[in-house]
Nanobody
Framework: QVQLVESGGGLVQPGGSLRLSCAAS????????MGWYRQAPGKQRELVAA???????NYADSVKGRFTISRDSAKNTVYLQMNSLKPEDTAVYCC?????????WGQGTQVTVSS
């Protein structure tokens, strides 16, 4: 089994920044990709950003230019730097990990953007 633990969420004013972290542990042997999803109340879960084992990245159009995903392969950790935050970024952010055909999810961390 694989465990994912997120940290870094919280309350921030519009225009502010937050950095999320997700550390993976357990039976890790071949990570294909890690990413961040978010789900706001009453909305479907959406992909925010993802990064493959080769370093390729993918972003939702709504966060391009504001969010940056990165990883520390030695620590099996992925980060999401979020800048210029907007109220519409408010959501529960969940980390995901794909290993072969298996997907794993973290518990999620709340991000609230409000004045």
């Amino acid at each position: 089994q694989v465990q994912l633990v997120e940290s870094g969420g919280g309350l921030v004013q519009p225009g502010g920044s937050l950095r999320l972290s997700c550390a993976a542990s357990g039976s890790i042997f071949s990570i294909n990709a890690m990413g961040w999803y978010r789900q706001a109340p009453g909305k479907q879960r959406e992909l925010v950003a993802a990064i493959t084992s080769g370093g390729s990245t993918n972003y939702a159009d709504s966060v391009k230019g504001r969010f940056t995903i990165s990883r520390d392969s030695a620590k099996n950790t992925v980060y999401l730097q979020m800048n210029s935050l907007k109220p519409e970024d408010t959501a529960v952010y969940c980390c995901s990990l794909q290993q072969t055909t298996e997907f794993y999810w973290g518990q999620g961390t709340q991000v609230t953007v409000s004045s």
